[in-house]
Every structure is written in structure tokens, then in C-alpha cells.
């Protein structure tokens, strides 16, 4: 299972781009990355998945370098209802997979 | 519409009894999972189950038992055993994209269950 590693917490201001990078350097081949965001008292919800380049949604994109050794979640013009915890997740992409979870980035937006 | 349910939301234990918290899910996901987390925290494994009948320890398995006789339904027991059960209680499934009703890809989580210790 590929270890991640993020920051513990970022600050940012309200209208700003906020980018979260995570760093897995034994990614294996069928493992794809997901982003997750987390308000106090409530479940993870999915932001982002990707296996490879770029990929953008409505809320947010995800960068992932050609050695996929690390990926960056960018989050555009935040705001105060961005302030959360991100957990980046490398898993395989099929059911039946254990999922282990790093601390996450406390992410901090102020007016 | 599709998802987990857990219940209860919050839930009181006293010193010495079991609880079990309930998590059903409709996503017609063959994985499914618990989850601790402790203020301030990340997430940690407790047990999951790939397919009914079957389940493996997660990482902080100690004092905690579950079981899984149906797909929709995977039940966590908080044991006595359990020295500090006081803690903010996760499910979670997973499935491929195209199993049933998936959400998103893979992994769909409850609102959780606030367990304390009176």
C-alpha cells in the first residue's frame, strides 16, 4: 500500500488558488489517487480522481507529473466553506481494497 | 437515491456494555469498512470485508468484532474490551465503477457515529 505524505495544515485567504500537494513515491502501477474532503462531525466526501496528467471538474483539479510520484490539488478562488481537512488516497482503482488514510492538510481559508 | 446509512448518529455507552453501531449501504458495493477517528485526527482502519462471510483486521482491530452475513450490511460491535471507545465511528464501501449505483469512484463514506463513554 503507497504511503502518503502531506502537509499537516495550510492558511489562505478567500478568492486566492489553493494547491495541496501529496507525495507517494511507491505508487504501484493500478493505483489511482482520489482527494477527499472532510468538514468536522461529517464523512469524507470525493473531490477528484486521477491516474495520470491532468484532470479538472467542477470544483477542482488534480495535477499528477509524469512519474505520478506525487500529485496537487488545486482548489480555485476558496472560500470561508472551503476551510476543511484534504486526504489524499492512492488505492487501486477495483472493490475489495483496504484503504488507509493519512493525517490529511487542515486547510484554514480567512476573509 | 443511493448511499450509506449509519446509525445511530450519536450514541452513549456506559463503562462495561457493548454497543454496536449499524451501517447499510444500497450502492450494491462488494467492499465495506470502519473507520476510528479521535479529535484533531486522521482516519484509522478497524476492520474491513471484501465480500459477505468475510472480514479482516484493519490496523486497531483490538476490542472491536463485526460481522457480515448480508452485502448491504456491516454491523460494528464496540466490546467492553474496548478501553477507550470514545471517538467519531466511520463507514465506508467500495465497489468498481459501473457496480451498481456508485456516487463517485470507489469509496462512498456515512456521516458517522459520535460514540461516548459515560
Known amino acids: 500500500l503507497a504511503k502518503t505524505t502531506q502537509p499537516i495544515s495550510m492558511d489562505s485567504y478567500e478568492g486566492q488558488e489553493v494547491n495541496i500537494t501529496c507525495s507517494h513515491n511507491n505508487i504501484a502501477t493500478n493505483d489511482y489517487i482520489t482527494w477527499y474532503q472532510q468538514f468536522p462531525s461529517q464523512g469524507p466526501r470525493f473531490i477528484i480522481q486521477g491516474y495520470k496528467t491532468k484532470v479538472t471538474n467542477e470544483v477542482a483539479s488534480l495535477f499528477i507529473p509524469a512519474d505520478r510520484k506525487s500529485s496537487t490539488l488545486s482548489l480555485p478562488r476558496v472560500s470561508l466553506s472551503d476551510t476543511a481537512v484534504y486526504y489524499c488516497l492512492v488505492a487501486p482503482y477495483s472493490s475489495a481494497s483496504k484503504i488507509i488514510f493519512g493525517s490529511g492538510t487542515r486547510l484554514s481559508i480567512r476573509p | 437515491d443511493g448511499g450509506i446509512t449509519q446509525s445511530p448518529k450519536y450514541l452513549f455507552r456506559k463503562e462495561g456494555q457493548n454497543v454496536t453501531l449499524s451501517c447499510e449501504q444500497n450502492l450494491n458495493h462488494d467492499a465495506m469498512y470502519w473507520y476510528r477517528q479521535d479529535p484533531g485526527q486522521g482516519l484509522r482502519l478497524i476492520y474491513y470485508?471484501?465480500?459477505?462471510?468475510?472480514?479482516q483486521k484493519g490496523d486497531i482491530a483490538e476490542g472491536y468484532s463485526v460481522s457480515r452475513e448480508k452485502k448491504e450490511s456491516f454491523p460494528l460491535t464496540v466490546t467492553s474490551a474496548q478501553k477507550n471507545p470514545t471517538a467519531f465511528y466511520l463507514c465506508?464501501?467500495?465497489?468498481?465503477?459501473?457496480?451498481?449505483?456508485?456516487?463517485?469512484?470507489?469509496?462512498?463514506f456515512g456521516s458517522g457515529t459520535r460514540l461516548t463513554v459515560v
Open positions: 465506508a464501501s467500495s465497489g468498481t465503477l459501473g457496480q451498481g449505483k456508485t456516487r463517485d469512484y470507489g469509496y462512498t
Open positions: 470485508s471484501q465480500i459477505v462471510n468475510d472480514f
